[in-house]
């Protein structure tokens, strides 16, 4: 039920008036800081809608909740979890959401990370989202609102924020070290993991290699940790020691095949080394070099920029 996810009443009071309202049909846009999980949020909304037995609610137990619990409800689509959806993805989802339902009468769509859709694919994705037909509800998951505004415009806005220190039931140093992400502290409780083993930041390379294997939390938190070993020790490094740091990050990353958020975490590495660097002077700059991800630039180098200037 809602009142067991703690945190965002709001957005828990919101989403049950809107259950209220009986509307058979809605396109909503999760907006969750960088951070936050509103994907939590968006599959508790999602059993809501489909819940045999709870009122404006959902009840863990029926079948349909089961099933979403376990991603087998036919009529659930969650598309763009691993990055940006691409365009023979929203094909797929336009297609979708005009054919019949199995269950026949509601489905979801989820579609994550919607702020890294492309233009066209945006586009094509417009007219579904904007009038959905009867029974089809669509649920946007976004970190920021800088997204296309026809998009924005068209959608019922729910903010996510992050959960705090007391919520997910953590210490400060515990929090911090997550950089307050919600979904790995939460996975960090629950898995009862170790963040006090040191690594060293000559290891980064490996370690992300590693990690790009099975994206798994127990070697994220060796990544943070060599990340830190590098800001720790980064004053009294030479410039052929940062180079070598960025150029292990940039390999260890490297493309290849089932794995396509290269950017994606080398923009994590340096997002968070600049929260670690907390030199408020440096801070504008470095966050507009990490900008330049955007733009397709030669990752190698840019990160050999960025662990130079930090
Ligand atoms: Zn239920």
Redo the contacts with the bound molecule.
């Keep these: 039920m809602f009142k067991d996810i703690v945190s965002n009443e709001e957005a828990k009071r919101f989403l049950q008036n809107e259950l209220r309202m009986k509307k058979s049909s809605a396109t909503y846009l999760f907006n969750g800081k960088r951070g936050s999980n509103p994907m939590e949020f968006a599959l508790a909304f999602a ?2 809608i ?5 009122e404006n609610d ?9 099933r979403v619990e376990s991603g087998n409800y036919p009529d659930l689509h969650i598309y763009g979890r691993e990055g940006s959806i691409k365009i023979d993805e929203v094909r797929e989802i336009i297609y979708k959401a005009s054919s019949t339902s199995y269950e026949g009468n509601k489905r979801i769509f989820i579609l994550d990370n919607i702020e890294d859709l492309r233009k066209e694919a945006a586009n094509a994705l417009l007219k579904s989202i904007e009038e959905p037909e009867e029974g089809t509800f669509f649920i946007l998951l976004s970190e920021t609102l800088n997204i296309i505004p026809t998009i924005l415009s068209r959608s019922i806005l729910v903010n996510i924020a992050k959960k705090n220190m007391e919520e997910l039931g953590v210490s400060k140093g515990e929090y911090d070290f997550f950089f307050g992400n919600t979904r790995e502290i939460e996975e960090y409780r629950r898995r009862g993991l170790d963040i006090s083993k040191e690594e060293s930041y000559r290891e980064i390379g490996a370690l992300l290699k590693e990690y790009k294997e099975d994206q798994d939390l127990e070697v994220k938190i060796r990544v943070y940790r060599a990340l830190r070993d590098f800001m720790g020790r980064r004053v009294s490094l030479d410039n052929l020691d940062k180079m070598y740091f960025a150029q292990e990050i940039a390999k260890g990353l490297a493309k290849s095949k089932g794995f396509d958020r290269t950017r994606e975490v080398a923009e994590e590495m340096m997002y968070c080394a600049t929260l670690l660097a907390r030199t408020p002077e440096k801070l504008e700059k470095l966050l507009e070099m990490k900008g330049y991800n955007k733009f397709n630039v030669n990752l190698s180098l840019l990160l050999k920029l960025f662990f130079l200037e930090i």
């Design positions: 059993k809501a489909l819940c045999e037995e709870a959902f009840c863990d137990v029926c079948s349909s909740c089961r």
